[in-house]
């Protein structure tokens, strides 16, 4: 457990603050001296997590945007500022569905509002991380950078974009003291699983207990993740003691996937 000084002194963007992984992470930061600005759409969501921060209630901030919006995320930026210390991209996962059968519409909002999102933010902020010669960017990103899953066409292709888009970041920014890393949640409970297993209920007919059976049948750990343990690790990346870890993808999934 990092101490509540850890971060003093930063200002840490987090996107998808409403809820969820987000919404841990957020409050992860805050707990740990951090000043946070909360980024997503949903204004009620926003409010609550900005309630729950620890720390001055004056200094941490929620702005609405919705990610998919390149001229939102543009207004997002100017009213954010530029000081930004801890960049934490985090956004909703595209439909389910198969790549075959995918609208090309559906794979050109994914990308707006995962690469092209995340590039505008990255490159507003990017000068006073350069300044101050730290920087932490983290994206929230998916297990299927590593191992693409079932019928997530959408999100398997925009997710390896985001991961290569990561890389080519951390090399080019490593001698300026900013890092890049990609942290691949696998089955956590937030409101995105509670849509999958609903979905699988309704597909095949299944209990939810012989549903969240079958997912937890190739996590060794053999139970899903709290948000909480993904936020511990972002939490640790964006510290010093994080310094020398760039460019790489971390699964925080239970030993899930099926390789090194």
Known sequence: MFTQEALAGKH??????????????????????ARVTLLARQLDGLERTLASLEGSKEAHRAV????????????????????????????????PGPLHLADTGALELAFRQHVLA?????????PHMREKNFGRIINIVS???????????????????V????????????????????????????????????????????????VEQSYLADVPARR??????????????ATDSAAYINGINLPVDGGRTGCL
């Open 118 to 126: 995340q590039t505008l933010l990255a490159q507003a902020f990017i």
């Open 163 to 210: 991961a290569s888009w990561a890389k080519t970041l951390a090399n080019e920014l490593g001698p300026h003291g900013i890092t890049v890393n990609n942290i691949l949640p696998g089955y956590t409970k937030t409101q995105r699983l509670e849509q999958i297993i609903h979905n699988a209920m309704q597909k095949t007919g299944k209990s939810r207990p012989e």
């Open 143 to 161: 297990t299927s950078v590593k191992i693409p899953l079932p019928n997530l066409g959408v999100s398997n292709t925009v997710r390896g974009a």
């Open 64 to 95: 609405s945007c919705d990610m998919s919006e390149t001229e939102q995320v543009k207004s997002a930026i100017q009213s954010i500022g530029p000081e930004v210390d801890i960049l934490v991209c985090n956004s909703g996962g595209p439909a």
């Open 224 to 237: 899903f993740a709290e948000a909480t343990e993904i936020a511990a690790a972002c939490l640790f990346l």
């Open 12 to 33: 840490a963007l987090v996107c998808g603050a409403s809820q969820g992984i987000g919404q841990a992470c957020a409050r992860a930061l805050a707990r740990s001296g």
